[in-house]
């Protein structure tokens, strides 16, 4: 079956680095996203990757190892208004978007 | 530009009643979804469409049915609404398979 993993909930401190991983398993692939939800609100476009390597976007930067079956995203200086589930996505051979359940990200001051 | 525009944004049903959420995008998309989202789980597919006049099954398409009689307008409907359609629904936008999607605010449904 086709599965996406991603941890549930991470903390990070007010100006720190974080990095959110995605490992997934589908059949095929044709991209993973990125996603930014904060509560009560729709999810947000943040980061497309399709080929290996890192794609930095201010201070978000999304990784991937298509060998791996990997990715990441970074978030660098963080802000109080960076909290929010991150919703990683890989679209599979069909063009169908596989979403993982989302990683809650709590900033603290 | 209002983006993507879901109708109504609430709604309390009590089982066995139906409803439609209407889905509304002035982006000139091809292609449109309709989407569930339940505590601890991703986004659920349910129906969607890749033109006018198109629509096609997603992951949990029973209990829905859905339109798309004019290429702007996308409609979710719940036959006979369950508890168990309880959710949040998001419709999305995007003009290309592998493009960015555009979301709705989101509908919250409760069925009683």
């Known amino acids: 079956g086709q599965n996406i993993d991603q941890p549930t909930e991470m903390t990070a401190t007010e100006g720190a680095i974080v990095q959110i991983n995605c490992t997934y398993q589908t059949s095929g692939f044709n991209g993973l996203f990125w996603y930014q939800q904060h509560a009560g609100e729709a999810p947000t476009f943040l980061s497309y990757?399709?080929l290996d390597g890192l794609e930095e976007k201010g201070r978000f930067s999304s990784f991937l190892s298509r060998s791996k079956g990997y990715s990441y995203l970074l978030l660098k200086e963080l802000q109080m208004k960076d909290s929010a589930s991150y919703l990683c996505a890989v679209m599979d051979s069909n063009y169908q978007l596989i979403w993982g359940a989302g990683t809650k990200l709590i900033i603290k001051p | 530009n209002a983006g993507v525009t879901q109708t109504p944004k609430f709604r309390v049903l009590k089982t066995g009643q139906s409803m439609t959420l209407l889905c509304a995008q002035d982006m000139n998309h091809e292609y449109m979804y309709w989407y569930r989202q339940d505590p601890g789980m991703g986004l659920r597919l349910i129906h969607y469409?890749?033109?006018?006049?198109?629509?096609a099954k997603g992951e949990v398409p029973d209990g829905y049915n859905v339109s798309r009689l004019k290429k702007q307008n996308f409609l979710l409907g719940l036959e006979s609404a369950a508890p168990s359609q309880t959710s949040v629904y998001f419709c999305?936008?995007?003009?290309?398979?592998?493009?960015?999607?555009?979301f709705g605010e989101g509908s919250r449904l409760t069925v009683l």
């Open positions: 999305a936008s995007t003009q290309l398979d592998t493009g960015e999607l555009f």
């Open positions: 990757n399709v």
């Open positions: 469409s890749v033109g006018e006049g198109t629509t």
